[in-house]
């Protein structure tokens, strides 16, 4: 093309193109041109019959002539006798070697190929040099002629030759060859040859024509400089280098070719020339094959790129990046989708490599000469033919759009649309040259603009451009012009924007090969202002190229409303004339602009204008024709045909294809048309009442009714939350009833999750509905503001102007309802599941348990969808879930960064969202966000490694400061709405529009007061703060300046919310860590003029990238968030939300799931250290009863568990830094560290003091065990002395027996003649003893047992039978009484009718003449039974402290116990007196405890030191050694008997005790019931309660939990073992007995061995064999005396193993009774382990603590599961009527409560503040799903009544609802609210 930027037929040098006037030849013209050059003789002197000819040109020190010389001989004849010689064929030679000019030589042959020769060493410079010399002799064509050869001294290498050259641009590795400088090897030659006739028969044509540069400068003129592989694809030659395709005809092999007769060069020269149509047609489509393999787009030709592809995050791109061709349509995409429209334009990195010689070129370019003028005037200009032309813009443009799929092409024209681009309207493809109109790509593109008539009257109108009504002006030219047409249209639409590509602008170049017959289409919008250029919106179409040889011109022609012709000269004799003549002649208007005319503008007929341009301005002629399309426009002459053109009417056209008529697109228009034909012709603002019923009006009830379920404030909090639970499901059930609606049908059964084409269609149809509504109401809604802006200033106060005031709200609600699209739908579907999991939560049938599998893939695919219903105010938490939970199958738990953005209404969020990743949240005009919507946004696989998520979620909201709220409304819509918005991002853009700090202010505060919540409820998002359309972000004084002034506010505002939160802090980064230098970022205001027509400000691109790369550089130093995690953050920050106070009521799910974790982790570590000490302990216990030790260190146990403490040490380093929620477990890190510690020292404690009373009996005891010894030497001698008198009558086992037992009777009175029995005790006379003494009559003692109240004195309901009432105590223990008038008048004032009953003290159990004048108060009963329960705990503790095991019973202990629970009843601090009864009836109570403990104690005690029970237990074994001596046995099996029977019970104890440990760390690490936390017990004991049905175990687990667990971990521990796996048991119990049997054997084998091989005796055998077992097994080797005459050591060890299996077959039966004989059984180590936990209960309703540690300040108290407070017996102050409150109900109530017996109230809201037993405790409010307690209530209430005599009436009255509840609802409920 001649001129820049008019896409033409590009000029082709070999003559077919433009002539040189510049008009179009037509096609016989170029016929008879070629005809011609092929008749003129090149050469007549030269021989006509040459099969090639070659020409070499190069250096002459490339080669070396000679006679040997093959191809360059001295004869220079024409033909090479030598070539032909060698094959066959006539080759004529030209030899130009060394020529810098050829201006003295005639060239005229048809050259076939120049063969450059370049020497080796130099070839990088000789071949640029080469290159370039050849093009500027030959002209450009010549380089497709062109083969290299580089020459070298004889055995020298080329391979780094061809490794260099490979480096040019253009450089073809298959016409490349080596040879020697003397180039006298035939072989070398001949395949040189070969590589010729390849070439040859490629290329088309077949040899180079050209004329040499300078024969003829008007034709022959150098061409642009582009690379050689640009010319061979030009040409026709094939470059697999550029396009990546190989040559369209198969290559023959070289010999195959070189052996085929070769035509005489005449014969090949003047074979037939194709058409030049053809030729030219062929060279164009190689030419665009090679523009997409510059563009690397050759691949998406037929693999169409799409949305997915682009709409994600790939690597950070800075404005300094450097682009290169491979790289351009991507970053073209990229740009584009930022909205910065110089994306037309991106500079390309050139990727050339300069070769650099220090040796001169031969060939040079200029003459050398001393004048430095001469340079100045040489005319020739040096072109480097390696560096290639960039691609044209509009190129890239039309390869990407060619390249795309349909759902690319749209965002595409969409963004080009909003850069106020011109768009393609009719695109040729550029292979089959048919048209296309890409009608789907412009359904999202609304354009909004005002009308203007007359002077006043303007009406907006906001229109999908698809169906807008406009006139069109179209303009084409005709011919080749010298003016630029696109340039002259950008001047009529907005002269200060290319809206248009015309040849001026940047980047623009002489090679578009993509434009030629594109039509753009553009439309200016006008403002409504005065210098609007015209009144309303007018369309204009751009025909690109010469419209002469466009065929579809005349489909413009026809739609056009005005045709504007541009001509070079208008005359009858032009080829343009017949097209002007019959355009004249339609009846449509016509503008002919003449170029070289200067001729005014003047109509020559109605409608019809020409102009001529040469010698005027631009803006003239813009002025002019704006005024005639004006004057044709607004003419009423009916003789002018005006017509208006619709987009959407091109689809009718025919001869063009519309990219709409493919199957898949129409499916899903059928589809959505059902739907849009649904909803015709429907008022827009009821069509969500009629087809989306559930999120009406029945939404919004469920919605404010759910909002007051957190705020209750009837007299029974229960019972009106049980109303409105049951309104709840009733609104439900009612949406489940209508959910079926014909357009929700419609639309399920579409395959809306994967019918991309049907959701988009569905949302263009459905906007396209509101969108004249909203456009009509907007309008209306201006019009009345105006009138009451009138009537204001014209200060009218009357009916008028209210009248006009309810107009303007009635349009408002009409704008909100009116608003009608696809996310309304999705809405619909979302309530839909709401409501049916509600009503069948248990279901999986129907659509519905579908639907968030299908969300799920379109939140995948990229589709927003509503997070928070911004109509109702509402996070569909059951949808959300359900939603995320599918995403989390498909995906995996993947982690995400949550974006989320804060701000004013309408200050460009969603816009900024949307050029930052490409999203695509609702930004027209009335469709501002409501509410917030998440889009999911993938990161590119190029980037992922540097972050450590997947994914980012980015979350829109709607604006702060709503126009539609006001007041308090506004207040609490937008701190709700930012509380939520901050605590789900990870991080938050905090939206500033414009500068105003006074602007800021509010919503400064809001945010700050959010950004204070989470600090305060542990959650640490970050921000950066976005000053949007600010005017100079370039200026860093000012930026400064208003970054000082943001700090200052931001610090005020977090004093004024440090107050409202009852928090402290001072400044910002007090609350959140804030850097104000770098995260706060300027943006550049958005448009660049004034809006419709104003393209967006590429300073605003550019700040959005910056920005952009600032949030991925923080993103990529966190750790995100998985989905599963996200989930929970959004269900717990809702949930806290509808209650009053957030921080109060927030409770974090993921938090509490971490804790729990971490706790099952501790109890696994403190396992540990319990398993190995009591591993060490025993080890001690055994060494300590074989006199091995008589004292323990605590250094030396510390030492033995240092291995065992440092290797968890080390787990729990890892744990803590390893677990992927390491950061949220370092708030406890520290705590749990130093736990660990004290559990570990604590466990050292109690081992040592275990260990030191062990040694401390063992002395007690040692007296009598030397008695012991003596008596078992004596006993062994007297029955060998008795065997020795009987040892005939050894066979008869009965008078054996019988002789034995007659002489067992008098050893035992001979041994024990000297020593007194242990007496026996009796504790019941000592007590009345002891009270006797204490002034307690004998006969109280008996009522008090008689009447037996003393047994249950823990359980009762109610003490005050045992107070002493006086009346002066009366008020304060029973508050007001009935007849104060106070209460009366209360109750009668507004807000105060639940004082009496609500605000008074709890008071638990009653009189039995129901006298509450005698009430105890709450806390009055609940100090009775601490004292109970701490006097009980003290004495059984003191008790148990002395020694009664080792040294007996004294009757002081018992008076010591006594003591003790008078003095806890004396020290009581209260001012009741209590009864002598209480005290008695303690006394017993606490007696029956000890009494156990001390019989027990004392039997054992008896056991040890009674001589005469210790012989009576050895009569049997002495009987055995006895009958073993009659036998005549010897010593040794006598001796083997004795061991054993004295081993017998140590391996029994140590087996059962092994056993004991085992089963205790199984049941700990397998068991679920003990696996778990703290909570997880609980759960197990409330199910197993629930199971039973035990009323009685009910109350005691109520109010002692502690033992009852305990009760409850003892029967745990029995089932397991006996019933649920007694084979597990049995097996593990034979194991561990195997073990120590296998021990014992060993232990006898090392003594026997020892002893031979030191040749020892019996002690040294004995000695021996306890030091082995000293650590196992109990064994005191002292006993066997008398043993000095064994010998046979093996005989011994023998005996005594056949002894050990009698032993191992009488134990080999696990029993319960032996079991019990363990040093500890597996329950009470479980009860030790478990146990140790927090107690600490609910100072309202007694629920426990479920804390796993058991002092874990500075944590709060708390349990998931608080009770009703009738559970404990909690009644209505001065009535008998139970209380059924739940206190986490309560704790969100306006009610109050008396924390002591004045009369102080304190709000539930403020319990914390009532003291520090309240302050310690985190009680949530929460809906109280929890059914168990209700059930308990309901199973058992007949059973409280009657427990503590209160009834279940008026306030107090059980909800219907809870009745309904079954047993297995209850235990069901306890597994929710532990999950």
Same mark, same amino acid.
């Given at each position: 093309m001649d001129k820049p930027g008019e896409v033409q037929r590009p000029a082709q040098n070999h003559g077919h193109g433009e002539s040189a006037n510049g008009s179009v030849p037509s096609a016989a013209e170029d016929k008879d041109k070629s005809a011609e050059e092929m008749d003129t003789p090149m050469d007549t002197s030269g021989p006509t019959d040459c099969a090639l000819t070659l020409v070499v040109i190069g250096d002459m020190i490339s080669v070396e002539a000679g006679a040997n010389?093959?191809?360059?001989?001295?004869?220079?004849?024409?033909?090479? =006798?030598?070539? @032909?010689?060698?094959?066959?064929?006539?080759?004529?030679?030209?030899?130009?070697?060394?020529?810098?000019?050829?201006?003295?030589?005639?060239?005229?042959?048809?050259?076939?190929?120049?063969?450059?020769?370049?020497?080796? $060493?130099?070839? $990088?410079?000789? @071949?640029?040099?080469?290159?370039?010399?050849?093009?500027?002799?030959?002209?450009?064509?010549?380089?497709?002629?062109?083969?290299?050869?580089?020459?070298?001294?004889?055995?020298?290498?080329?391979?780094?030759?061809?490794?260099?050259?490979?480096?040019f641009d253009g450089f073809d590795e298959k016409r490349y060859h080596t040879c020697t400088r003397t180039m006298a090897e035939a072989e070398e030659i001949a395949d040189l040859l070969k590589k010729i006739n390849i070439m040859v028969s490629e290329i088309s044509p077949c040899c180079y024509s050209g004329l040499v540069c300078g024969e003829n400068p008007a034709e022959d003129k150098p061409r642009e400089s582009t690379s050689l592989g640009e010319l061979k694809d030009q040409t026709g030659t094939s470059n697999e280098k550029v396009c990546g395709n190989t040559a369209k005809q198969p290559v023959k092999d070289s010999n195959e070719i070189c052996q085929q007769p070769v035509k005489d060069s005449d014969e090949i020269c003047q074979q037939p020339v194709k058409d030049s149509d053809e030729i030219f047609q062929k060279q164009q489509q190689e030419e665009i094959e090679t523009l997409f393999g510059r563009l690397h787009l050759q691949n998406k030709l037929q693999q169409k790129m799409s949305k997915a592809d682009f709409l994600q995050i790939s690597q950070i791109i800075t404005q300094c990046y450097d682009t290169s061709e491979k790289d351009l349509a991507y970053r073209y995409l990229h740009k584009l989708i930022m909205l910065d429209y110089r994306a037309r334009y991106i500079p390309v990195k050139q990727d050339i490599i300069e070769v650099t010689d220090p040796k001169p070129v031969l060939m040079s370019d200029t003459s050398e000469t001393d004048d430095d003028l001469e340079d100045l005037l040489e005319t020739t200009v040096t072109t480097n033919p390696l560096k290639p032309t960039h691609v044209h813009p509009m190129d890239v443009q039309m390869a990407v759009f060619h390249c795309s799929d349909s759902f690319l092409r749209q965002l595409m024209i969409t963004k080009l649309s909003q850069c106020q681009y011109a768009l393609p309207l009719l695109v040729p493809d550029p292979f089959t040259r048919k048209t296309e109109c890409p009608l789907w790509a412009f359904r999202q593109i609304t354009k909004t603009w005002k009308v203007t008539k007359g002077d006043s009257n303007i009406t907006m109108k906001s229109i999908p451009i698809y169906k807008a009504e406009t006139p069109m002006v179209s303009f084409f030219r005709l011919g080749s012009l010298s003016v630029s047409k696109s340039e002259l249209m950008n001047s009529l639409i907005n002269d200060r924007h290319s809206t248009f590509f015309h040849r001026n602008c940047a980047g623009s170049t002489k090679s578009c090969y993509l434009m030629d017959g594109v039509t753009e289409i553009a439309w200016y919008c006008p403002a409504g202002k005065p210098n609007d250029a015209f009144n309303d919106c007018i369309a204009f179409c751009n025909l690109h190229g010469d419209a002469l040889m466009i065929e579809k011109r005349d489909i413009l022609i026809e739609k056009s409303s005005i045709n504007v012709v541009l001509v070079p000269k208008l005359q009858k004799n032009d080829k343009s004339w017949p097209i002007t003549a019959a355009l004249f002649k339609m009846k449509k208007p016509l503008i002919c602009l003449i170029v070289d005319d200067a001729c005014d503008a003047v109509q020559i007929k109605k409608g019809k204008y020409k102009m001529g341009l040469k010698k005027r301005s631009q803006s003239d002629v813009s002025g002019e024709l704006k005024r005639i399309i004006k004057e044709v426009l607004s003419s009423d002459d009916p003789s002018i045909l005006k017509t208006s053109f619709q987009l959407e009417t091109m689809a009718e056209v025919s001869g063009i294809k519309v990219d709409e008529s493919n199957r898949e697109c129409q499916n899903g228009k059928i589809s959505a048309t059902k739907i849009a034909n649904l909803l015709q012709d429907k008022d827009v603002s009821t069509i969500k009442d009629e087809f989306l019923p559930c999120q009406g009006e029945l939404l919004h009830k469920w919605c404010q009714i759910n909002k007051d379920l957190y705020h209750l404030k009837g007299q029974s909090i229960e019972k009106e939350k049980s109303i409105k639970e049951r309104q709840l499901m009733e609104l439900r059930q009612e949406q489940c009833a209508v959910s079926c609606s014909e357009l929700i049908k419609l639309f399920t059964e579409s395959h809306w999750s994967k019918d991309e084409y049907f959701l988009k269609w569905t949302q263009i149809l459905t906007d396209a509905l509101s969108t004249d509504d909203i456009s009509s109401i907007l309008q209306n809604y201006d019009n009345t503001w105006s009138e009451v802006l009138a009537l204001k200033n014209k200060h009218v106060k009357s009916d008028v102007l209210e009248a006009k005031k309810a107009e303007l709200e009635c349009l408002s609600k009409k704008l909100q309802s009116a608003t009608f699209g696809l996310e309304h739908i999705f809405r619909e579907i979302g309530q839909i599941y709401e409501a049916q999991k509600t009503c069948h939560p248990n279901s999986r049938r129907g659509n519905w348990s579908k639907y968030p599998k299908l969300a799920a893939d379109l939140l995948i695919s990229g589709q927003p969808l509503e997070l928070l219903d911004g109509d109702a105010g509402h996070v569909p938490l059951k949808w959300i879930s359900g939603l995320l939970e599918e995403v989390i199958k498909k995906l995996g738990d993947q982690k995400v960064f949550v974006l989320s953005v804060l701000g004013v209404q309408s200050s460009g969020k969603s816009t900024m969202l949307n050029a930052m990743f490409g999203l695509q949240f609702a930004v027209s005009s009335g469709r501002c966000t409501k509410g917030a919507f998440m889009q999911l946004v993938k990161l590119s696989a190029e980037i992922k490694k540097g972050f450590k998520f997947d994914y980012i979620l980015v979350v829109d909201t709607e604006g702060l400061r709503a126009l539609e709220l006001g007041g308090n409304t506004s207040l609490h819509h937008d701190n709700e709405l930012a509380t939520f918005v901050v605590g789900v991002g990870n991080m938050t853009l905090i939206n500033i529009f414009g500068e105003n700090p006074a602007e800021m202010q509010d919503v400064l505060q809001i945010v700050v007061q959010a950004f204070m919540r989470m600090k305060r409820v542990k959650l640490t998002p970050s921000c950066v703060f976005v000053h949007q359309n600010v005017t100079d972000v370039a200026a860093a004084e000012k930026n400064m300046d208003g970054k000082r002034r943001l700090q200052e506010k931001l610090d005020e505002m977090t004093k004024l919310a440090a107050k409202e939160e009852d928090c402290e802090? #001072? %400044?910002?980064?007090?609350?959140?860590?804030?850097?104000?230098?770098?995260?706060?970022?300027?943006?550049?205001?958005?448009?660049?003029?004034?809006?419709?027509?104003?393209?967006?400000?590429?300073?605003?691109?550019?700040?959005?990238?910056?920005?952009?790369?600032?949030?991925?550089?923080?993103?990529?130093?966190?750790?995100?968030?998985?989905?599963?995690?996200?989930?929970?953050?959004?269900?717990?920050?809702?949930?806290?939300?509808?209650?009053?106070?957030?921080?109060?009521?927030?409770?974090?799910?993921? #938090?509490?799931?971490?804790?729990?974790?971490?706790?099952?982790?501790?109890?696994? /570590?403190? /396992?540990?250290?319990?398993?190995?000490?009591?591993?060490?302990?025993?080890?001690?216990?055994?060494?300590?009863?074989? $006199?091995?030790?008589?004292?323990?260190?605590?250094?030396?146990?510390?030492?033995?568990?240092?291995?065992?403490?440092?290797?968890?040490?080390?787990?729990?380093?890892?744990?803590?830094?390893?677990? *992927?929620?390491?950061?949220?477990?370092?708030?406890?890190?520290?705590?749990?560290?130093?736990?660990?510690?004290?559990?570990?020292? #604590?466990?050292?404690?109690?081992?040592?003091?275990?260990?030191?009373?062990?040694?401390?009996?063992?002395?007690?005891?040692?007296?009598?065990?030397?008695?012991?010894?003596?008596?078992?030497?004596?006993?062994?001698?007297?029955?060998?002395?008795?065997?020795?008198?009987? *040892?005939?009558?050894?066979?008869?086992?009965?008078?054996?027996?019988?002789?034995?037992?007659?002489?067992?009777?008098? /050893?035992?009175?001979?041994?024990?003649?000297?020593?007194?029995?242990?007496a026996d005790i009796n504790l019941e006379e000592d007590l009345s003893t002891i009270l006797r003494e204490l002034g307690v009559e004998e006969k109280h003692i008996d009522e008090s047992k008689t009447r037996g109240r003393y047994k249950n004195i823990s359980k009762m309901g109610n003490y005050k039978d045992y107070i002493i009432f006086h009346k002066k105590h009366l008020h304060e223990s029973s508050g007001q009484p009935e007849n104060d008038e106070r209460k009366n008048k209360d109750t009668d004032k507004p807000g105060n009718a639940v004082f009496t009953f609500f605000k008074g003290i709890f008071n638990i159990g009653s009189s039995k003449n129901q006298n509450s004048d005698s009430d105890l108060s709450y806390q009055k009963q609940e100090q009775i039974r601490e004292l109970i329960t701490k006097a009980t705990e003290m004495s059984l503790n003191a008790i148990k402290k002395n020694p009664v095991a080792t040294r007996g019973y004294q009757a002081t202990y018992l008076q010591e116990m006594i003591q003790l629970v008078i003095e806890n009843v004396e020290k009581s601090e209260w001012k009741y007196s209590l009864k002598r009864e209480f005290t008695i009836d303690l006394i017993l109570y606490v007696f029956d405890f000890a009494k156990k403990w001390l019989l027990e104690s004392q039997e054992k005690f008896k056991k040890n030191n009674d001589a005469l029970i210790y012989l009576e237990n050895k009569k049997e074994e002495y009987y055995n050694v006895f009958k073993i001596f009659c036998q005549g046995s010897s010593s040794a099996v006598v001796l083997a008997e004795l061991i054993c029977e004295k081993l017998k019970t140590a391996i029994v104890e140590v087996a059962y005790t092994k056993t004991a440990i085992a089963l205790a760390g199984e049941m700990k690490c397998n068991f679920p019931t003990f696996s778990g936390t703290r909570l997880d017990l609980e759960k197990h004991l409330l199910k197993s309660l629930a199971e039973k049905e035990d009323f009685e175990r009910f109350i005691e687990y109520i109010h002692y939990p502690k033992n009852q667990s305990e009760a409850f971990i003892k029967a745990e521990v029995q089932g397991y073992i006996f019933?649920?796996?007694?084979?597990?048991? #049995?097996?593990?119990?034979?194991?561990?007995?195997?073990?120590?049997?296998?021990?014992?054997?060993?232990?006898?084998?090392?003594?026997?061995?020892?002893?031979?091989?030191?040749?020892?005796?019996?002690?040294? /055998?004995?000695?021996?064999? =306890?030091?082995?077992?000293?650590?196992?097994?109990?064994?005191?080797?002292?006993?066997?005396?008398?043993?000095?005459?064994?010998?046979?050591?093996?005989?011994?060890?023998?005996?005594?193993?056949?002894?050990?299996?009698?032993?191992?077959?009488?134990?080999?039966?696990? =029993?319960?009774?032996?079991?019990?004989?363990?040093?500890?059984?597996?329950?009470?180590?479980?009860?030790?382990?478990?146990?140790? %936990? %927090?107690?600490v209960k609910c100072p309202f309703c007694y629920a426990v603590c479920t804390n796993t540690v058991e002092d874990h300040s500075p944590d709060d108290h708390n349990v998931p599961f608080h009770r009703s407070s009738a559970v404990n017996g909690t009644h209505y102050r001065n009535t008998d009527i139970f209380s059924i409150e739940f206190c986490t109900s309560e704790v969100a109530s306006n009610h109050s409560f008396y924390p002591d017996s004045s009369d102080r109230t304190i709000p539930y809201k403020l319990y914390r503040t009532a003291g520090p037993e309240y302050a310690s405790w985190r009680i949530t409010p929460d809906e109280s799903k929890l059914s168990y307690w209700k059930w308990f209530v309901c199973r058992f209430k007949e059973d409280l009544v009657k427990h503590y005599e209160y009834r279940f009436d008026k306030y107090g009255e059980i909800p219907q609802d809870w009745f309904k509840i079954s047993k297995e609802e209850a235990i069901k409920s306890l597994e929710e609210m532990c999950q």
């Open positions: 010389n093959i191809l360059l001989d001295d004869e220079q004849r024409h033909f090479s =006798s030598k070539l @032909y010689d060698l094959c066959g064929q006539h080759i004529c030679v030209v030899n130009l070697l060394g020529q810098q000019s050829i201006e003295n030589i005639s060239l005229n042959q048809k050259t076939n190929v120049f063969l450059l020769l370049i020497p080796k $060493g130099q070839h $990088g410079s000789h @071949y640029k040099s080469g290159v370039q010399w050849l093009e500027k002799t030959f002209g450009r064509q010549s380089l497709a002629y062109l083969m290299t050869v580089v020459t070298s001294n004889s055995g020298e290498e080329c391979d780094g030759a061809l490794k260099d050259l490979k480096t802090a #001072e %400044c910002f980064s007090d609350v959140i860590e804030f850097d104000v230098q770098t995260d706060v970022k300027y943006l550049a205001q958005l448009w660049e003029g004034s809006p419709p027509m104003a393209p967006p400000n590429p300073g605003y691109s550019e700040s959005i990238q910056e920005l952009k790369n600032v949030i991925l550089s923080k993103a990529s130093k966190s750790d995100g968030i998985s989905l599963s995690q996200l989930n929970s953050n959004i269900q717990d920050l809702w949930m806290a939300l509808l209650n009053e106070n957030f921080v109060f009521s927030f409770k974090n799910t993921l #938090e509490i799931a971490v804790y729990r974790k971490l706790e099952v982790q501790y109890g696994n /570590w403190t /396992w540990a250290i319990r398993s190995n000490m009591l591993a060490i302990e025993n080890q001690l216990y055994n060494r300590i009863e074989n $006199g091995d030790h008589n004292k323990i260190e605590t250094s030396y146990l510390n030492q033995e568990t240092d291995t065992t403490f440092e290797d968890i040490k080390t787990k729990m380093i890892r744990y803590f830094e390893d677990e *992927k929620e390491k950061e949220m477990l370092v708030q406890w890190r520290g705590r749990f560290e130093s736990k660990f510690k004290e559990f570990r020292d #604590e466990q050292v404690k109690v081992v040592k003091r275990k260990l030191d009373e062990i040694i401390e009996q063992k002395n007690a005891r040692k007296k009598m065990d030397d008695k012991k010894t003596v008596f078992e030497t004596k006993l062994l001698l007297k029955s060998k002395e008795l065997a020795q008198q009987l *040892k005939d009558k050894a066979k008869d086992e009965k008078e054996l027996l019988k002789e034995f037992s007659s002489v067992w009777k008098t /050893w035992v009175t001979e041994l024990t003649r000297n020593t007194e029995p242990v019933k649920n796996h007694s084979d597990k048991v #049995e097996n593990t119990f034979k194991k561990h007995l195997e073990d120590v049997h296998a021990l014992v054997s060993q232990a006898l084998f090392t003594a026997s061995k020892k002893v031979q091989t030191h040749h020892g005796n019996t002690n040294m /055998w004995l000695n021996e064999l =306890s030091s082995v077992l000293k650590d196992e097994l109990r064994f005191d080797s002292s006993s066997f005396q008398n043993f000095d005459d064994i010998n046979d050591f093996d005989f011994l060890m023998k005996e005594a193993d056949k002894k050990l299996e009698s032993v191992k077959k009488q134990t080999s039966s696990f =029993s319960l009774d032996e079991m019990n004989k363990a040093r500890k059984t597996p329950e009470e180590i479980l009860v030790e382990h478990l146990c140790k %936990c %927090c107690w």
